[in-house]
DNA sequence: AGGCGTACCTGAGGGC
DNA sequence: TGCCCTCAGGTACGCC
């Protein structure tokens, strides 16, 4: 499930590879995951030579020569894979191939069809209602903490939704919790000062971790190259039902928050 | 307006 | 072995 640190070395990938090619056409193999439709999509993306790639959220933001920039999400099980000249055999279950003017391409593809790639005009306002970066300046302690103000959702479900704060996903946010010692299911706006404190800085210090290592592989994620990442390995609760609390050794319990697994430690996270 | 439940999908895995 | 059922989850959307 691509979140942010996914996201991040996906498009880091992108930018490596991808940077500075001309998109020759783009074959759609599935016209609901496009838009604009299909034809209109396909004359305005040929000839858009690529600028850059970058991120934004949990959405992969391609760059194009023109202005426009061609947004991705990868919901929980698109791909972007990137393919040399010659390669025969798209990646499995690509639903928009695009072709470069040096033959090599970039498979969009993803069996559970969720994913959506959208071309946005220069000037089109898609990311107005996506919330903080968790790693930029913006998210600094007082913004985060206004944000938190008020409300009385589970701060698990606060963390899940993206016009707050964007980037976020099922394993980071229980990582997070768990790491600011915070019960998932606390009204949000009945955290303390120093839960604030110390959820600001998991965050931060949680998803920085993992884009060290390059993501988190709990299924089939792999990066714009095809490679799995590492830090699956280093989670301290996501998935870990009936293991050992990592700081006390109690059971991890798994419950469920707004119909979503929710892992986290009974004794640790009270506050 | 905010919060909640459900639809969208298909592969994987468990039970029998 | 094979079939059926359930689960996984990010977001859009409809509803209260």
């Known amino acids: 499930m691509p979140e942010l640190p996914e996201v991040e070395t996906i498009a880091r990938g992108l930018a490596a590879t991808i940077s500075g090619k001309t998109i020759a056409g783009a074959a759609i193999r599935l016209p609901k995951v496009v838009s604009p439709e299909p034809p209109l999509f396909q004359?305005?993306?040929?000839?858009?030579?690529?600028?850059?790639?970058?991120r934004r959220g949990k959405f992969v933001v391609v760059r194009l020569g023109s202005g426009r920039q061609l947004v991705v999400h990868l919901r929980m099980t698109g791909r972007l894979i990137v393919q040399p000249a010659g390669t025969t055999d798209p990646e499995p279950y690509t639903n928009v191939l695009l072709t470069f003017a040096d033959r090599s391409r970039l498979c969009f593809a993803d069996a559970r069809q969720f994913g959506r790639m959208r071309l946005a005009g220069p000037e089109e306002p898609w990311a107005a209602e996506v919330g903080?970066?968790?790693?930029?300046?913006?998210f600094s302690f007082d913004?985060?903490?206004?944000?938190?103000?008020?409300?009385?959702?589970?701060?698990?479900?606060?963390?899940?939704?993206q016009r707050r704060v964007a980037?976020?996903?099922?394993?980071?946010?229980?990582?997070?919790?768990?790491?600011?010692?915070?019960?998932?299911?606390?009204?949000?706006g009945a955290l303390s000062k120093q839960a604030r404190r110390r959820l600001h800085s998991s965050i931060q210090s949680v998803l920085r971790r993992a884009i060290e290592m390059r993501g988190s592989s709990v299924d089939d994620?792999?990066?714009?190259?095809?490679?799995?990442?590492?830090?699956?390995?280093q989670l301290s609760v996501y998935g870990r039902e009936g293991e050992a609390c990592l700081a006390c050794g109690r059971s991890i319990v798994r419950t469920v928050l707004a119909q979503r697994g929710t892992w986290w430690c009974r004794r640790c996270q009270r506050r």
């Open 143 to 161: 913004r985060f903490s206004g944000l938190l103000d008020g409300r009385t959702t589970p701060i698990k479900v606060f963390l899940l939704d």
């Open 221 to 233: 994620y792999v990066d714009a190259e095809g490679l799995r990442g590492g830090f699956q390995n």
């Open 43 to 54: 004359q305005q993306i040929a000839g858009e030579h690529i600028a850059g790639v970058g």
């Open 132 to 138: 903080l970066e968790p790693l930029s300046e913006d």
């Open 167 to 188: 980037g976020l996903g099922n394993i980071y946010a229980c990582e997070a919790l768990w790491e600011a010692r915070i019960r998932p299911g606390r009204p949000t």
